[in-house]
């Protein structure tokens, strides 16, 4: 039990730093009363959620005495939106027709005016910077206007949302057939591995997803809480359909994997509001945070429906061509809805690699793979065979991040809410990784290990091989189970644990 000890010990230090700081953060910080007012004005007084690539007019005005020879525009930050041309001052009074702007109809103290032409580029926040010079080129005059710039909308993405949705159901659908009940029932009387898992996705994930992002975004700026609660908030998720499709591409518990599922995304009903409304506010306290029950509904729906229906399938028509062809048809479905999900999901929130930098590509592949290894370690504890060991590592570190999208979208106001989705966005690329390369492993072995047992089959059988007489029984007697039953598993695993 020293590894328990160990992450126990983990979990109270994380709990611990995450209240001590926390009560550093609390201290109020002292505002000025009375802000100095610009010498140059703005009309409109702020930019609020230009569209990408929308080109806005705004005019400046200000009531100095000095002679305005030139002006200068510029951008604070280049990526977020740019000046694409001003004019120079123009001395007078503005003509203005709009009846919103009496305040500077009133005003007959103006002495220069002009315009400056601003395009929105990239989702995000911005400074306008406009300064007065007159013919000595001195500063006579600056002012500065806040800007903000939304996402255009794609109806790409909604195209995306739904492919996907189809495909997953039909996933879930080729899992009910394919599951074996008897297992199934098994683990249901004896329900150590879905406790297991909610112990890690629960418990130690938002609790490392917190501890990381105190790590790797320890500044106090707007921008890095942002960050902080995009971590936080992904370690608090629910586990996603993804983990089925690899459990199964990996050879681990299919069966064991859906319950998993199904189990976590029930318990997320209470688990996920309990953690955000807990830590949420110590990362944000301005948030008010949103809980989607609808979308997590949506989820739990999405997952028993097509799941069952393929389940009463199997039961009604045990060992039947359909049941033994949907088994066959599981494994390159999955490998389709991931390949679909990483090229196409990629294309559709293309603007999010805009966000990156060393720290989320760091988060990005971090997070889950200490969700795999904590997962793991703890499925060993408790001497779980191979295939559920698997199956446990992968249902805590891959997660449902399109719930942190969608309460960052609720809960933090644009463009900010789209900002912090670069880490939920970071993690559904970088998830994978890990799990590419343990399947690529995986697939060499067994590619290996067929080739040399073709080598020996012709000469001298593998029953009379010393030492390799478990390994033939174990293999025919997971084929002749198979073609018994006609269901269950088409889980590679079952010839790892046999040889084991």
Not at 18 to 40: F, G, H, I, K, M
Request: charged letters at 15%; glycine letters at 8%; a negative charge.
């Amino acid at each position: 039990m020293a590894f328990g000890r160990v992450w126990l010990s983990i979990s109270m230090f994380l709990l611990a730093a995450a209240l001590q700081w926390s009560s550093v953060n609390a201290v109020v910080r002292a505002e000025d009363t009375e802000p100095e007012l610009p010498v140059v004005a703005f009309y409109p007084e702020t930019l609020d959620l230009i569209t990408e690539g929308k080109t806005v007019q705004v005019m400046w005005y200000t009531n100095i005495t000095d002679n305005a020879e030139t002006v200068d525009a510029k951008m604070a930050k280049w990526r977020e939106a740019e000046v694409a041309d001003f004019g120079e001052p123009i001395q007078g009074t503005p003509q203005l027709e709009d009846a919103n702007a009496t305040d500077i109809l009133s005003m007959t103290d103006i002495s220069y005016y002009g315009y400056v032409n601003v395009t929105a580029k990239f989702v995000g926040f911005n400074t306008l910077l406009v300064k007065l010079y007159n013919e000595m080129n001195e500063t006579v005059a600056e002012g500065e206007m806040a800007m903000t710039v939304k996402l255009k909308s794609d109806n790409l993405i909604t195209i995306y949302t739904y492919v996907v949705g189809v495909t997953t159901a039909v996933v879930y659908f080729l899992m009910g057939m394919t599951i074996d009940l008897q297992v199934v029932k098994g683990i249901a009387k004896r329900p150590v591995g879905p406790a297991v898992g909610i112990f890690c996705q629960y418990i130690m994930m938002p609790l490392i997803s917190f501890g990381l992002g105190l790590a790797l975004y320890s500044g106090d700026s707007f921008e890095e809480r942002l960050m902080r609660l995009g971590m936080f908030l992904s370690g608090c998720c629910p586990g996603g359909g993804a983990s089925n499709m690899w459990t199964h591409l990996l050879g681990g518990s299919l069966d064991l994997s859906c319950m998993m599922t199904c189990v976590s995304t029930f318990v997320s009903f209470a688990s996920v509001p309990l953690w955000v409304l807990t830590l949420g506010p110590v990362i944000m306290s301005d948030a008010d945070f949103v809980i989607p029950y609808i979308d997590i509904t949506i989820t739990v729906i999405s997952l028993i429906i097509p799941c069952g229906v393929g389940i009463l399938l199997q039961a009604k028509f045990p060992g039947s061509k359909m049941v033994r062809f949907c088994s066959k048809m599981m494994s390159p479905f999955c490998a389709m809805n991931l390949i679909l999900i990483f090229t196409f999901g990629t294309y559709c929130y293309l603007y999010i690699f805009t966000l990156f930098d060393w720290r989320t590509l760091v988060a990005g592949i971090a997070l889950p793979t200490l969700g795999y290894t904590a997962g793991s370690i703890f499925a060993a504890l408790f001497r779980m065979d191979t295939a559920r060991i698997i199956a446990v590592g992968v249902e805590t570190g891959v997660q449902n991040y399109t719930i942190a999208l969608v309460i960052l979208i609720l809960t933090v106001s644009s463009p900010a809410g789209e900002i912090a989705t670069a880490l939920p966005g970071a993690f559904m690329l970088f998830t994978p990784l890990p799990l590419l390369i343990l399947l690529f492993i995986r697939k060499s072995y067994l590619w290996y290990r067929n080739r040399h047992s073709d080598k020996l089959s012709p000469s001298t059988g593998l029953k009379d091989v010393p030492g390799k007489t478990g390994v033939s029984k174990g293999v025919a007697h997971h084929q002749s189970d198979v073609e018994k039953k006609g269901s269950g598993i088409d889980n590679l695993a079952a010839e790892l644990s046999d040889k084991v």
